[in-house]
C-alpha cells in the first residue's frame, strides 16, 4: 500500500501549526512578564500519531509530525509546599512581632518618663517627707508624685486594654478576609471544573486560585486537598473553608479547639487571649502589692495631728489604682511618723522602702515584655529571610525570563520558517509530479 | 528574580540604616526592651539605683547640715559653761560680799536662759534638740526648766539599709528641771543667793563639770555623726559616678562606632543602588539585532 503523495504537505503543516502556538505560547509569557501571580507557561510538543504502513517488504510506521499536546503551567509543587509553610510562619511572626512592637511603645521604657523613673520619683519624694516630715510642702510632692504614679500605672493599663481591643478587631477582619478568599477560591473552582471537564486547561484561572490560596497561607493554618477535576477541599485551622465549589463563612466558633495553631489568626487570638492579659496579670500584680504593702504601712502610721493614717492608694490593681481624695485634698494627713510625733519620718521611710519589692517586679515584667518581642522579632527575620529565598526559588522556575523567551522566540520562528520550507519543498515537489510528468505524446 | 533580590537586599540596608540614624539621633544604644531584654532590666536597675543614691546624697546632706546646727548651738553651750564655771569659781570664793554674789546669781541665772535659747536652736523650721517633736520648743523662757520634747529618734536614710540617728534629745544635752547644765546653773544660782559657799565649792562644782562632760560627749557624737555622714557623702558620689558610667555603657550608643556603622552602611547602600542599576538594564534584547 502507497502513502498518499499529499502526506508530506499535512506533515509540513502541522509543523507551522505548532511552531505558530508555541510561538503564541511565548508571547503570551512575554506579555505577562510583570504580572504578579503569573507562571510561564509552556507548549508541550509531541509527535503526531504515527501512520503505520504495511508493506510485505517493509513494515513500519511513517511520521506524521507534530502536535501540541498540553499547554503546560512550570511549577514545581513541592516548592509551593515549602513556600506556605513558610509564609505561615511569616504571618505568624508578623502578627505577633506588630503586637508587641505596640506594647513596647505604650511600656516606654526604658526612658526618663515611663513608669519605672515615675516609681523613682515616688520613692524619692517619700524620702524627702522623712526627711522634713513636718513639711507641707514636701508631703504635697510625695502625694502628686503618687497620683502622676498612679496616672501612669492606668495609663499603661489602658493601653495594653486598647492592644486587646486591636487584636481582636484584626481577628475580625482577618477573617472576613479569610471567607473572602474562601468564596473566591470556590467561584474560581467553578470555572476550572468547567474548563477541565470540558478538556480544556485553565492554566491562568489556576494561577489565580494559586495566589489566593497562597494569601489564605498567610492566615492560618491551611490544608488543602485535591479531588476530580481540580475541585479542592480547603480547611482553615481545621475548619473547612472550601469543598468544592461551596464556601463556608467561618467564624470564631467554627475552629475546633487547637485546630488554629499558626498563622495570622493563630497569633492575634494568641495575642488577644494570652500574652496580652498575662502582661495585664502581672502589671496589676505590681500596682496591687504597691497598694496593699503601701495602705498596711501608711494605715499603721500617723498623721501630723497625731492620727492614725487611712489608705493611701485607692483602688485595687493597675487599672484603678488612685490617690486616697482626703490625702489630695489635705496632704497633712499623709502618715508619714510612726510614732505621732510631727519630727518623726519613719514611716515615710519604711513606705520608701517598699522599692525592694516594687521596682524588681516592674523590671521582670520589662524584661519578659523585651525578651517577647525580641523573640518575635527574631522569628519574623528568619521566616522573612526563608520567604524571600523561596519565592526567589519559585520566582526562578515559574516567573518569565526574557532572556529565555528571547530565545525561544527565536526558535519557534526559525521552526516556523523550516517548516513553511518543508511545505514549499513539498509543493514543488508535487508540482514537477503534476506539470512535468505524464506529458508523454503531448 | 534579580530585580526581587535587589528589591530585598534594599530594604533591608535601609532598615539598618534607619536603626541606626535612630541610635545617631537619640544617643541611645537602647531604644526598646527588645533591643537588649537583659540590657533593659539592668538600665531599669542602674536608673533606679541612680536615683537612689542622688536621694540618698540628698539625705546625707540634709543631715549634715542638721549636725552643723547643732554642733554651733552646742559649741555656744559649751563656752555659756565655761563662764558660768568662772562665775562659779568666783562666787565660790569666801572673801567674796554677798552683794557681789547676788550679782553673779543674777548672771548665772542669764546663762541659763541664754542655754535654754541655744538648746531652743532650729533647722529648717524644726527644733533639733527636741526629739521627735520638733514642732514643740523643747525650753521655755522663764523659771522653769521643763522639757517640752521626747527623747525619740530621729532618722536618715544614708544608704540602701543604712540609717543614722541625726538627733539628741535635749534633755540628754542641757538636762532639765531635774538633771543636767540647767539644774546645776539653777542651783549655783540659788546657793550663791544664800551664800553657801560650802556647796559652791563642793557639789556645784562637781555638777557644772558633769554637765560640762555632757556637753563634751553630745558634741564628740555630732562630731562622729559629720565624719560619718561626710565619709558617706563621698562614697555616695563615688558610687553615683560608677552607676552613671555602667548606665551609659548599658544604654549609650558608642558615638564613634555607630558613626563608622553609618558610613559603611551608606556606602553598602550606594553600591547596591549602583550595582542593581547596571545589573537589572540589560536584556538579551539589546543583543538581538
Do not use: C
Not at chain 1, 502628686?144 to 481591643?165: I, K, M, P
Not at chain 1, 520566582?395 to 520558517?417: A, K
Amino acid at each position: 500500500m502507497a502513502v498518499s503523495t499529499f502526506l508530506g504537505l499535512q506533515t509540513a503543516l502541522r509543523g507551522i501549526l505548532a511552531q505558530q502556538r508555541a510561538l503564541d505560547v511565548t508571547a503570551h509569557n512575554v506579555a505577562n512578564a510583570s504580572t504578579v501571580g503569573f507562571t510561564r507557561q509552556e507548549a508541550l510538543l509531541a509527535p503526531s500519531a504515527p501512520y503505520a504502513y504495511a508493506a510485505a517488504s517493509q513494515p513500519g510506521q511513517l511520521g506524521t509530525g507534530v502536535d501540541v499536546t498540553e499547554y503546560r503551567r512550570i511549577r514545581d509543587a513541592f516548592l509551593d509546599v515549602q513556600l506556605r509553610a513558610q509564609t505561615m510562619r511569616l504571618g505568624s511572626a508578623e502578627a505577633t512581632s506588630d503586637g508587641l512592637r505596640q506594647v513596647e511603645l505604650a511600656l516606654n521604657e526604658p526612658s526618663d518618663t515611663g513608669a519605672a523613673s515615675l516609681l523613682s520619683r515616688y520613692w524619692a519624694a517619700w524620702q524627702d517627707v522623712s526627711n522634713s516630715p513636718e513639711n507641707l510642702a514636701t508631703r504635697q510632692t510625695l502625694v502628686q508624685s503618687a497620683a502622676s504614679l498612679a496616672e501612669g500605672f492606668r495609663t499603661l493599663d489602658g493601653q495594653l486594654a486598647t492592644l486587646v481591643t486591636q487584636a481582636q478587631d484584626n481577628v475580625a477582619m482577618t477573617l472576613a478576609e479569610a471567607n473572602s478568599l474562601g468564596a473566591r477560591v470556590a467561584s474560581l473552582g467553578a470555572s476550572i471544573s468547567d474548563a477541565l471537564v470540558n478538556g480544556s486547561q485553565p492554566n491562568d484561572l489556576l494561577d489565580e486560585r494559586d495566589q489566593l490560596l497562597d494569601r489564605l497561607y498567610e492566615l492560618g493554618n491551611v490544608t488543602v486537598t485535591s479531588g476530580a477535576y481540580g475541585a479542592l477541599t480547603v480547611t482553615l485551622g481545621g475548619a473547612t473553608l472550601v469543598s468544592g465549589t461551596v464556601a463556608s463563612t467561618l467564624s470564631e466558633a467554627s475552629f475546633p479547639p487547637g485546630g488554629l495553631t499558626s498563622g495570622k489568626l493563630a497569633a492575634l487570638r494568641t495575642l488577644r487571649d494570652t500574652t496580652l492579659p498575662g502582661y495585664r496579670a502581672d502589671l496589676n500584680t505590681v500596682a496591687s502589692t504597691l497598694i496593699s504593702q503601701t495602705n498596711t504601712l501608711h494605715a499603721a502610721g500617723f498623721d501630723l495631728q497625731g492620727l492614725p493614717g487611712g489608705a493611701f492608694f485607692t483602688g485595687a490593681g493597675a487599672d484603678t489604682i488612685a490617690v486616697s481624695g482626703a490625702l489630695l485634698a489635705s496632704p497633712g494627713l499623709v502618715a508619714a511618723s510612726a510614732t505621732g510625733q510631727p519630727g518623726d519620718g519613719a514611716r515615710a521611710l519604711s513606705l520608701a522602702g517598699l522599692h525592694t519589692t516594687v521596682d524588681p517586679a516592674y523590671s521582670l515584667l520589662v524584661t519578659r515584655i523585651g525578651a517577647d518581642a525580641q523573640e518575635a522579632a527574631r522569628t519574623l527575620g528568619n521566616a522573612e529571610v526563608l520567604v524571600d529565598a523561596l519565592a526567589s526559588r519559585r520566582e526562578s522556575v515559574s516567573g518569565v525570563s526574557l532572556d529565555e523567551e528571547m530565545t525561544n522566540l527565536l526558535r519557534f520562528q526559525r521552526g516556523y520558517q523550516a517548516s513553511a520550507r518543508a511545505l514549499s519543498a513539498m509543493d514543488e515537489m508535487i508540482e514537477l509530479l503534476i506539470s512535468r510528468t505524464g506529458r508523454v505524446g503531448l | 528574580m534579580l530585580s526581587r533580590s535587589l528589591l530585598a537586599d534594599l530594604a533591608a540596608t535601609t532598615g539598618r540604616l534607619a536603626r541606626i540614624q535612630d541610635k545617631l539621633s537619640s544617643g541611645k544604644e537602647l531604644q526598646r526592651p527588645s533591643d537588649d531584654p537583659f540590657g533593659a532590666s539592668r538600665a531599669l536597675q542602674l536608673r533606679a539605683g541612680l536615683a537612689e543614691n542622688r536621694q540618698h546624697q540628698r539625705n546625707a546632706t540634709e543631715a549634715a547640715a542638721w549636725q552643723t546646727v547643732a554642733d554651733t548651738a552646742l559649741s555656744q553651750v559649751g563656752d555659756l559653761t565655761l563662764r558660768a564655771r568662772e562665775l562659779l569659781l568666783r562666787g565660790a570664793n569666801g572673801t567674796l560680799g554677798t552683794v557681789a554674789r547676788q550679782s553673779i546669781a543674777v548672771e548665772i541665772d542669764q546663762l541659763a536662759e541664754a542655754v535654754k535659747a541655744e538648746a531652743n536652736a532650729e533647722y529648717g523650721g524644726r527644733y533639733v534638740f527636741a526629739g521627735s517633736a520638733t514642732l514643740t520648743r523643747p525650753y521655755a523662757a522663764g523659771l522653769s526648766d521643763a522639757y517640752a520634747g521626747n527623747t525619740q529618734t530621729i532618722v536618715r536614710e544614708i544608704g540602701p539599709g543604712i540609717t543614722l540617728d541625726v538627733n539628741q534629745a535635749g534633755s540628754a544635752v542641757v538636762g532639765d528641771g531635774s538633771t543636767g547644765l540647767l539644774k546645776a546653773l539653777r542651783d549655783i544660782a540659788a546657793h550663791l543667793r544664800a551664800d553657801d559657799v560650802t556647796a559652791l565649792q563642793g557639789p556645784d562644782l562637781q555638777a557644772i563639770d558633769a554637765a560640762h562632760d555632757m556637753l563634751t560627749n553630745a558634741r564628740a557624737v555630732v562630731g562622729a555623726r559629720t565624719n560619718r555622714l561626710e565619709t558617706a557623702i563621698a562614697r555616695l558620689g563615688a558610687i553615683e559616678e560608677s552607676s552613671q558610667l555602667l548606665l551609659s555603657e548599658t544604654e549609650d550608643a558608642d558615638m564613634a562606632k555607630v558613626l563608622i556603622d553609618f558610613s559603611t552602611q551608606q556606602a553598602v547602600y550606594q553600591s547596591a543602588l549602583k550595582a542593581g542599576a547596571q545589573i537589572i538594564q540589560p536584556s538579551l534584547m539589546d543583543f538581538l539585532r
